[in-house]
């Protein structure tokens, strides 16, 4: 009988066309999923926590797969290892039982999102968004409070209807943190919507930029209209860090 194997990665995307299976076999899915077809001698097929577009990075992705495999985990995870492009890395991999689901079981996750004031060095630019050095953080931090709790965020997101069947979202947390020129924002949610982070995050810096008032945040949050207003971040700063289970 195969098992279910959970395991979490991460990954730099920008060398890849995003998580989700594509028909030119460039995603992380396709890569993961191709490395496990010549452990297991099968096709195997992997269901991720959920998608991240082309250039966002991970951290803390989740899938499952079923296997069968009679070495334990730390052999397995050996195996699923080699081989793999230095873009991605099986952080873990465990047994869990086989009612457990990536996806559907998840209770919430986190994401963070780089933001760095002027230019940022060569080892630095592809996982941030430079932004100018005189970015108001005080508005952007009061702009942020609007979004914090449990709302409607159809008008931060690209939501077209065709993923879950609303768009309200408990947004647990959203905290603003300056180190230096980097500045990283933090959002925990018990989900996302299609680019909700990065919606959040290019409305946050048109504000910091005086393109938009801080109160302007909650208005477009209720009026539950996707707008011009609210521009969508680049995704090279964006990372998947942790993903919840009850």
């Not at 508005?139 to 768009?167: I, K, P, V, Y």
């Not at 910091?208 to 801080?214: A, H």
């Amino acid at each position: 009988m195969p098992n279910r194997w959970k395991c979490v990665c991460a990954y730099d995307g920008a060398g890849f066309c995003g998580w989700q299976s594509q028909a030119g076999g460039t995603a992380v899915q396709d890569v993961i999923e191709a490395r496990l077809a010549g452990i297991f001698g099968r096709p195997i097929r992997i269901h991720g926590s959920g998608r991240t577009d082309a250039g966002v990075h991970a951290r803390g992705q989740v899938f499952h797969f079923d296997g069968a495999w009679r070495h334990g985990p730390g052999r397995l995870l050996a195996a699923v290892r080699h081989r793999l492009p230095a873009g991605i890395q099986i952080r873990s991999i465990r047994r869990v039982p086989d009612t457990f689901h990536a996806r559907f079981d998840a209770s919430g996750k986190v994401y963070s999102y780089d933001l760095f004031l002027g230019d940022a060095d060569p080892f630095t630019r592809p996982f941030c968004w430079q932004v100018s050095p005189d970015l108001d953080l005080a508005a952007l931090m009061r702009a942020a409070a609007a979004l914090r709790g449990r709302h409607d965020f159809r008008a931060f997101s690209a939501w077209n209807g065709a993923e879950r069947g609303d768009t309200v979202r408990d947004l647990r947390r959203l905290d603003v943190a300056r180190r230096g020129r980097r500045v990283r924002l933090t959002f925990e949610a018990d989900g996302f919507l299609y680019k909700m982070v990065r919606s959040m995050v290019g409305a946050l810096v048109s504000v910091g930029q005086g393109k938009l008032p801080p109160e302007k945040i909650g208005a477009l949050l209720g009026s539950r209209v996707r707008t011009p207003a609210v521009q969508t971040a680049p995704p090279q700063g964006l990372f998947l860090q942790r993903v919840f289970y009850a």
